[in-house]
């Protein structure tokens, strides 16, 4: 029997995908990831070694990780009423979610450009992908998303407030009449939520097919790869049936809830964030021939001439941001960078107003 090559068995929309490219940033200035810039204090830094030291590798996990989870609803202020499903990072969520409605012709419905998983992972669970562009100004196109929901019925639509990567908050009301208009689950991702102050969690009671999404990734804890959903019992008891047992390990159940008993500490880091943030956008603002965009998130998404060469001769003094050039024909140009520590921004300030001056 002759064996099967790699390309004779697997599926072809697999073969044509590209791997998740992440780029090396050993010796970098890292500014491209979203994350945040701070350690913890050195308080917390102790207890987390005590805990780590004293937890029992030896043995699985909580399957329902439920000291984290009682945790995470109180510092989160997560209803009562509603369940919580905790995930590796919200790719897993999106991943449990896309499974348990991936009927044959199932379709997802998101807005362009947004959060490139969405698309990723439509194709590993073969679900048909919908994406609508947002306007020239990165708001939503109301008229477009209800035409297409008539359209297409799609199955489940994942909306990021704010939206990643333009860094927007969408408008209420129109998020609002989406929710109304949708025939199947629609997903509020809110990865950005510390950043901005805005919620749909305290909405979940007025929709039934309402779900909203949060990660700690953003908040300073991207390292474990924490991930939660929070909604009604009788959606999330079907997804519950897709997560794979122990998908939360005991390292990130035991560190991450200390960490949120001191929600305080990351709130904290969050408003220096905020107020660095309104510095970096004020300094872009005021260099010429850069555009840029307001944001609600941990980071800034600008427009100038030759962003690519820009970006090159950014990674050549070593600061790394993130390239959207022709990802998106919305983002012709753009680049996006992440709010880091003030000496962190000043130097890549510092270096891209010298390059915009020799270009």
Known sequence: MVALLPNQQIRPEILALSAYHVPSAEGMIKLDAMENPYQLPSFLQEEITRITADAQINRYPDPNASALTKTLRTSLHIPDDMEIMLGNGSDEIIQIIMLAVAKPGAKIL????????????????????????????????????????????????????????????????????????????????????????????????????????????????????????????????????????????????????KIMQHYDVLQQQAAVIKQSRAKLKNFLGNLAGVETYASDANFI???????????????????????????HPLLKNCLRVTVGTDEENNFFCDTLQTLLAKN
């Open 301 to 327: 998404l600008f427009r100038l001439n030759n962003a690519s060469q820009v970006f090159k001769q950014l990674q050549q003094h070593r600061v790394l941001i993130k390239n959207l050039d022709n990802s």
């Open 110 to 257: 998101t807005v362009e450009p947004g959060f490139a998983m969405f698309k990723i992972i439509a194709t590993y669970t073969n679900m048909e992908y919908v994406g609508i562009p947002l306007k020239p100004d990165f708001s939503l196109d109301l008229d477009a998303m209800l035409t297409a929901i008539k359209q297409h019925h799609p199955a489940v639509i994942f909306l990021a407030y704010p939206n990643n990567p333009s860094g927007n908050l969408f408008d209420e009301t129109s998020l609002n009449s989406i929710i109304q208009a949708a025939p199947g689950l629609v997903i509020i991702d809110e990865a950005y939520h510390p950043f901005a102050e805005k919620s749909f969690m305290d909405k979940l009671a007025n929709y039934p097919n309402l779900l909203v999404m949060r990660t700690l990734s953003k908040l300073g804890l991207a390292g474990l790869r924490l991930g939660l959903l929070a909604g009604r019992p009788d959606w999330l008891h079907h997804m519950e049936k897709i997560r794979l047992p122990y998908n939360i390990n005991i390292i990130t159940q035991l560190v991450a809830e």
